[in-house]
């Protein structure tokens, strides 16, 4: 079977309101600004739906492009759609900030109603802020899986020295990821999630870099984005992207998701 992949969260976020239906991402034609970083992405790999409507979409993945397993991402409060398998997601340098539920946190639900729904929980990258998390995940009885990014083996920036800027969640990560990677970090600029990068703004980047002997690098998201908005192919041409990959520990973890995905499907299935 084909698992294909729906990811609605960036319309819920502001993008792609132009779309007052379920869209179908063209990897080759839509704009970043309408569709987001990541669905541009997860296009290049399979069928990717954007919609504040999680349902419509869904309905148009599976029965419009021949979808038989969806990859929902930020929907675990989609209560119009079955879910085979939760996985929550925790980042071990940053947990769930101070806990508390919108509008005093950053939580939709408290922690404790969430995990009698979660099938399994994932600490992502190394620290000690999703410790609490992880116990009362353990003393739920739910499992515990581990995992981290690591520069791609192709990353190729050993020696090399740059000017690395990201509009992403916590760019310091991508940061220490460069320097993982062998690359020398010499000036950092950061900017907002998602940011849209203005030519004034991709114009400064360009001339401080050449003007201290620095290479550009940046994320695949912002890459993303600049490559499906304003940047200058002068500018694409400066331009070093660093590729990370998801290492899981154990490394069978993922089929183990996968596994028991499928097996919820196929008992859902015959009891329906």
């Not at 410790?131 to 003393?139: F, G, K, S």
């Not at 304003?230 to 500018?235: C, I, K, L, T, V």
Request: proline share 5%.
């Amino acid at each position: 079977a084909r698992r294909m992949q729906l990811n609605p969260g960036f319309l819920s976020r502001g993008h792609g309101g132009s779309f007052a239906q379920p869209h179908i991402v063209d990897p080759h034609h839509d704009a970043a600004k309408h569709v987001g970083d990541e669905p541009l992405l997860l296009a290049e790999h399979a069928p990717v739906a954007v919609t504040p409507n999680r349902a419509a979409g869904a309905r148009l993945l599976l029965e419009k492009h021949g979808c038989d397993f969806l990859i929902m991402d930020d929907g675990f409060q989609s209560a119009r759609i079955h879910i085979d398998y939760a996985l929550v997601v925790v980042d071990a340098r940053y947990g769930v900030g101070n806990g508390h539920v919108i509008p005093g946190g950053p939580l939709r639900a408290d922690i404790v109603d969430q995990l009698v729904f979660t099938s399994a929980l994932l600490k992502m990258g190394e620290g000690l802020a999703a410790d609490a998390v992880v116990r009362q995940a353990a003393r739920a009885g739910r499992p515990i899986f581990e995992a981290r990014t690591r520069p791609s083996g192709k990353a190729g920036l050993a020696g090399k020295r740059f000017l690395a800027f990201a509009g992403i969640g916590h760019p310091d990560k991508f940061f220490d990821t460069v320097r993982e990677a062998g690359g020398e970090v010499a000036l950092t600029r950061s900017f907002p999630d998602h940011h849209f990068y203005g030519e004034d703004e991709l114009a400064e980047l360009s001339a401080t870099a050449r003007g201290a002997g620095l290479g550009l690098i940046t994320t695949a998201k912002d890459a993303a984005r600049l490559r499906h908005d304003a940047a200058s192919a002068d500018f694409l041409g400066q331009l070093d992207v660093l590729e990370i990959d998801t290492v899981f520990d154990p490394d069978h973890v993922p089929e183990r998701i996968i596994d028991e995905t499928l097996d919820a499907w196929r008992r859902r299935k015959l009891q329906g």
